[in-house]
C-alpha cells in the first residue's frame, strides 16, 4: 500500500530527531539554557509527530468503525511503554552501570535509533 508505505520516512525521521535530541540533552552542559530549551522543545515536537503516526498507522490498517478502539489501543500502548521505560533509569543506577542519570538517559537514543533502523527496513 503506497499511502502506508507514505509514513515510513517520517516515523524514521521523527525517532532520529527524536534521538539526537535527547541524546544533545543528555551530552550537554546546563550553561546555556536557550540550547537546552530549543532540545526539549524539539524532543516534544519529533515525540509527538511519531505518537501521531501511530495513530495513522492504527486508521489505515483497520476497518473505519473500529477507529475508536485503534486509537484507545494506541493511547493504552503509548503509556504501557511509558510507564515499563520510567524503571529503566533508576535500575541502571541501581545495578551500578551508571553514575548520574544523564548517563542512564542515553538508553533512550539507543531504543529510537533500533526502532528507526527496523522501521526503515521492515517495513
Do not use: W
Amino acid at each position: 500500500n503506497t499511502r502506508l508505505n507514505s509514513y515510513k520516512i517520517p516515523a524514521v525521521t521523527f525517532c532520529l530527531g527524536c534521538a539526537i535530541c535527547i541524546a544533545g540533552l543528555c551530552l550537554s552542559s546546563s550553561t546555556y539554557p536557550t540550547y537546552t530549551t530549543v532540545l526539549v522543545l524539539l524532543t516534544g515536537f519529533f515525540g509527538g509527530g511519531s505518537t501521531v503516526l501511530g495513530f495513522g498507522y492504527g486508521m489505515q490498517l483497520c476497518q473505519l468503525h473500529l477507529a475508536g478502539t485503534v486509537t484507545a489501543f494506541v493511547n493504552f500502548f503509548l503509556f504501557v511503554v511509558s510507564g515499563v521505560m520510567m524503571i529503566v533509569p533508576g535500575e541502571l543506577i541501581d545495578l551500578g552501570l551508571a553514575d548520574s542519570l544523564s548517563q542512564t538517559m542515553l538508553v533512550f537514543p539507543v531504543i529510537l535509533t533500533v526502532t528507526a533502523v527496523l522501521v526503515g527496513v521492515f517495513y
